[in-house]
């Protein structure tokens, strides 16, 4: 038996890097003020750790779109595999060519594409879909922070988040 509502516990559970930044501060806060010496010095160094923890917290908070959607995501050593009702694949992240999102697909997808394989399409509420942004990260030259707008943003067209090598002119801008 849980006290805690179903949509509140999966708030909590959206927000988890967040919540546990806040505790780590508030211990390092706590060492600060109280007994001083080296472990105020470590307070220091916790509060700081809290803060780099809380912008990548919230910014994995913001991927996290939900779960229950169509297919399960599995990442594997740069494998990107996605089994679906209709539809399925795999991409390399390391060959991967273009990362678009198509927010009027509903629910929004995820766009991989990589040479010589089908184009992959992934709901963005897929089981196992918050591995992506680990692997989203590791892509050399993305935006983060692009990235996060343009899925929280509710664009109206699909959109390229990143590519490899531009296939478009140089003064069209990719975002």
Request: avoid cysteine.
């Amino acid at each position: 038996m849980s006290f805690v509502r179903p949509e509140a516990k999966a708030a909590l559970w959206r927000w988890r890097e967040v919540l546990a930044a806040v505790v780590v501060a508030l211990l390092g806060v706590s060492w600060i003020g109280g007994p001083g010496g080296l472990l105020g010095w470590i307070g220091w160094v916790l509060v700081v750790v809290a803060a780099a923890l809380a912008v990548v917290g919230v910014q994995r908070a913001r991927f996290r779109t939900g779960a229950g959607g169509p297919g399960v995501v599995t990442v594997d050593e740069g494998q990107i595999a996605y089994m679906g009702p209709l539809t399925g694949g795999m991409v390399a992240a390391r060959e991967m060519e273009r990362l678009a999102l198509d927010p009027t697909a509903r629910p929004a997808h995820w766009i991989l594409e990589q040479p010589g394989q089908p184009t992959l399409h992934i709901p963005v509420n897929a089981e196992g879909a918050e591995a992506l942004f680990d692997v989203f990260a590791t892509l050399p030259g993305l935006r983060t922070e692009q990235m996060l707008s343009e899925l929280n943003g509710g664009a109206a067209h699909p959109v390229v988040i990143w590519e490899r090598r531009p296939s478009r002119p140089p003064e069209a801008r990719l975002h």
